[in-house]
Each structure stands twice: as structure tokens, then as C-alpha cells.
């Protein structure tokens, strides 16, 4: 079992940037891919970004460039570093623990995006 919490969250101005953070609690946290997920209001839940327990990346097209997820095994945590904000960026940011059939998620953090 594994418990996911997210902070970082916020209101920045088109342009800024913002770091999101994960917390995972649970044993092997080093074995498993994490992800950020992210839901805008009225739309669908969708990938962000992604990194396996090898550290390979990949990213959604519309934040590839801008965005940067990165893990910390040691802390058992995961990052996202958000640049360039932009309005369309304002969602829901969920973290995704997965491996091996097992699929966690934590109940996420609201980033807003407005001037």
C-alpha cells in the first residue's frame, strides 16, 4: 500500500513557475513509475508527465520544453518543475504511483493560472 500527498500548489501569473512536490509513504517506492496526471475544470484527467524507476522521462506535448518531473528515492519523493506557466496549465495536479498492476493516487493539488 502507498499513500501519495501533493503540496505546491497555488495562483501564479501567466509566465511564473511553480514546483510541485509528492510525498510517498509505503515501502519500494524506488521500484515504481511516477507520474503527474493533471484534470482542468470540464475536462478529462490527463498525462503530464511521467518517469520510470530507471529515471526515463516523457512528457505531454503541450508542457514538453516547460515542464520537469524528477524523483528523489532516497526521500521517496517526486517533483514537478512547472515554467512558463500558462493560463491553460490551471488544473488539478494528481501524483501517480504505479507498478506491476498496482495504481495509487493522492487526492491533489490546484494550480490557477491568471493574472
Known amino acids: 500500500q502507498m499513500q501519495l500527498v501533493e503540496s505546491g500548489g497555488g495562483l501564479v501569473q501567466p509566465g511564473g513557475s511553480l514546483r510541485l512536490s509528492c510525498a510517498a509513504s509505503?515501502?519500494?517506492?524506488?521500484?515504481?513509475?511516477m507520474a503527474w496526471y493533471r484534470q482542468a475544470p470540464g475536462k478529462e484527467r490527463e498525462l503530464a508527465a511521467h518517469i520510470t524507476n530507471f529515471r526515463s522521462t516523457n512528457y505531454a506535448d503541450s508542457v514538453k520544453g516547460r515542464f520537469t518531473i524528477s524523483r528523489d528515492d532516497a526521500n521517496d519523493m517526486v517533483y514537478l518543475q512547472m515554467n512558463g506557466l500558462k493560463p491553460e496549465d490551471t488544473a488539478v495536479y494528481y501524483c501517480?504511483?504505479?507498478?506491476?498492476?498496482?495504481?495509487?493516487w493522492g487526492k491533489g493539488t490546484l494550480v490557477t493560472v491568471s493574472s
Open positions: 509505503g515501502s519500494d517506492f524506488r521500484f515504481y513509475h
Open positions: 501517480n504511483a504505479e507498478k506491476s498492476g498496482e495504481d495509487y
